[in-house]
Structure formats: structure tokens, C-alpha cells
């Protein structure tokens, strides 16, 4: 899926081994309205050219940022970047569960930004 404008465009990493989106999966599995609401923060994320302060954005570890949803007492979590061409490009979504990000969690987005920086075509 890819969120379109005259500036910005929000589009999903996909996974050079298997060239799906893991992100979509994620974000389609869950209920309606966690849904609508997560593609919602997308769209703010959008609107506001990839730069959103806290407590709607956190910035995770050199140029990746965490867009942060809650729903309830779920804290969903998912990690981003500015790429060439006004690109946000979605790197990994998750659940947080704890307190603190997990050093897994932020490993995945670091791969996947590598994956995309080394294979542009991944997040088309």
C-alpha cells in the first residue's frame, strides 16, 4: 500500500528474501480499529513530511524513528526513516511489551534499513 501526495509518500519495506511486506501482514492482521487507527498515525506521519515530536515519535537509533500508537493498553511501535525523494519508508512494526525497546526489535529495523539503503527497489 502506498499513501500518496505531491510531497511525501509513506511506503512499506519489503523483505529482500521473500519481497512481502511484513508490515502490511502485521498492520491487516489486527482489529478493525487498531487498524484504522494505526494507518491514521500513518497519515499524520505523512501530512507532517516524515517529522512528528514526542509523544507521536521517538527517535530510535541514527536515522530510525519509532511512530508510537497506543490503543488502549496496547503500545504499538513502528520504525521508520526518510529516505530519497520524500520517502517515509516503514521498516518493522511490533507490540510493545515492555518498558523498554527491545535491543530485538530495534535490530530488525537496523537490518531492514541496511536491506533498503544496499536495494532501494525493497521499499517500491
Known amino acids: 500500500m502506498i499513501y500518496n501526495n505531491k510531497e511525501y509518500k509513506v511506503k512499506f519495506?519489503?523483505?529482500s528474501k521473500n519481497n512481502g511486506s511484513l508490515i502490511e501482514k502485521y498492520i491487516d492482521n489486527l482489529n478493525i480499529k487498531e487498524r484504522t487507527k494505526v494507518y491514521k498515525y500513518?497519515?499524520?506521519l505523512r501530512t507532517n513530511r516524515g517529522v512528528?515530536?514526542?509523544?507521536?515519535?521517538?527517535?530510535?537509533?541514527?536515522?530510525i524513528r519509532e511512530l508510537r500508537i497506543v490503543?488502549?493498553?496496547?503500545?504499538y511501535r513502528i520504525f521508520y526513516f526518510t529516505f530519497i525523494n520524500k520517502n517515509i519508508v516503514l521498516l518493522h512494526?511490533?507490540?510493545?511489551k515492555t518498558q523498554k525497546t527491545p535491543v530485538k526489535e530495534i535490530k530488525i529495523a537496523e537490518e531492514n534499513y541496511i536491506d533498503v539503503i544496499n536495494n532501494p527497489k525493497l521499499y517500491e
Open 13 to 15: 519495506y519489503r523483505n
Open 42 to 44: 500513518i497519515e499524520v
Open 52 to 63: 512528528l515530536d514526542e509523544p507521536y515519535s521517538r527517535h530510535i537509533k541514527d536515522k
Open 71 to 75: 490503543f488502549s493498553s496496547k503500545r
Open 93 to 96: 512494526a511490533f507490540l510493545k
